[in-house]
């Protein structure tokens, strides 16, 4: 009987391929109601909350009537009132994006433009369903630039370890990011749907607030622009905050030490020259393989300085357990103390000081 049972469930489930269409439809959907649905994009929603709520249910539908009939029901829970048709309309204009934490950067900004009566867009969600989502309001008024919203506040939101719903919500955030306004997505050089299609089972499915941040920082690190950057504290925690007193460079895939910017260091026995083998107990080149997917780079030599950088990182106030091979060839054990406050000491710098230049003699030259 309960074979039986499980059997019968299983039959009702969509496909794995049809289950990640129906997910990437919805990551299409987010983008253009968040972005461009009026109501939703310049004041206080709830789609968030009912996106979250019901993302994995409509992935999840038996049959092609089930998945029009539960997006139809998820775009019914927003309580969209059309606007009159005869009166004046407006929708929005995007310069750039014009991100809530940096509204003045690059002069974006988000605007009003007249619009038609009734203006929509219409978004494919596979299985011949779709969903005409409203882009105009009944306004005349459109010189006003349109304040940003604010980030969510939302618990869920700030958890580290949020829902599935809200996993897949920030997968499809990411996504549409880059899709609508990023502006080198042809040097990415792969299919950036196809990236999303890969990275939404691994979102859903991570079993904890690690998992799901590594996950979302390998999607991210596929836009290849040392730019981008995921972080939390999970992450964090993983890659390391505070450095050790001293700095690495790769060379010739090995990690040397070829700066010691505190006595700290020097005291626990390391050395300018110094070949790091492992740390923590962790062989250099596990290491690299475990931090070289979480790290967007644009060139070989962006990766580098990004692991370089983080390699030796850990914990604040903590001790590096180095393994490390000297110029004679011997290899040691060194307990290296890490400090966050190492960190401003460490940053790009000039060997040499900066020699006078007489402007004046050179051009008359």
């Not at 996504?175 to 890969?198: C, H, M, V």
């Not at 622009?225 to 390391?240: E, I, K, P």
């Not at 040691?332 to 060997?351: D, E, G, Y």
Request: no cysteine; glycine share 6%.
């Amino acid at each position: 009987m309960l074979i039986a049972y499980v059997a019968a469930a299983l039959a009702s489930l969509p496909s794995a391929s049809q289950r990640i269409e129906r997910l990437v439809a919805l990551a299409r959907l987010d983008a253009a109601v968040h972005y461009f649905h009026p109501a939703v994009a310049t004041r206080a929603s709830t789609w968030d909350s009912l996106f979250a709520a019901n993302a994995v249910r409509v992935a999840d539908a038996p049959t092609t009537a089930e998945y029009r009939r539960r997006v139809a029901a998820l775009m019914d829970a927003l309580h969209d009132e059309a606007p009159v048709a005869t009166s004046p309309q407006r929708a929005l204009e995007y310069n750039g994006f014009p991100s809530p934490t940096m509204p003045t950067s690059g002069a974006y900004s988000l605007r009003w433009r007249s619009a038609g009566a009734g203006e929509s867009y219409r978004v494919e969600m596979g299985e011949h369903v779709h969903v005409d989502v409203r882009l105009s309001e009944t306004s005349s008024d459109t010189s006003a630039m349109q304040k940003v919203p604010a980030v969510p506040t939302a618990v869920e939101w700030r958890t580290s370890y949020p829902s599935a719903g809200y996993r897949i919500l920030a997968a499809a955030r990411v996504w549409s990011t880059i899709r609508f306004f990023y502006p080198y997505k042809a040097l990415i050089g792969e299919n950036w749907d196809d990236q999303l299609r890969a990275a939404l089972p691994k979102v859903e499915q991570a079993h904890d607030a690690l998992e799901y941040a590594r996950a979302i920082a390998a999607f991210a690190a596929h836009s290849h622009d040392t730019h981008v950057t995921v972080g939390s504290t999970a992450l964090y925690a993983f890659t390391g905050m505070a450095p050790i007193g001293a700095g690495a460079r790769l060379i010739e895939n090995q990690l040397v030490i070829t700066r010691i910017v505190d006595s700290s260091a020097t005291r626990a026995g390391l050395r300018i020259g110094d070949v790091v083998v492992s740390v923590d107990g962790t062989p250099i080149d596990q290491r690299i393989d475990q931090l070289t997917p979480l790290f967007a780079a644009s060139t070989p030599q962006s990766m580098h300085f990004r692991l370089q950088s983080t390699l030796l990182s850990g914990a604040d106030a903590t001790l590096a357990q180095l393994d490390v091979r000297g110029a004679d060839g011997g290899d040691r054990k060194l307990a290296v103390p890490r400090s966050a406050s190492f960190a401003t000491r460490l940053q790009k710098h000039r060997p040499e000081p900066v020699p006078d230049f007489d402007f004046d003699q050179s051009r008359g030259a």
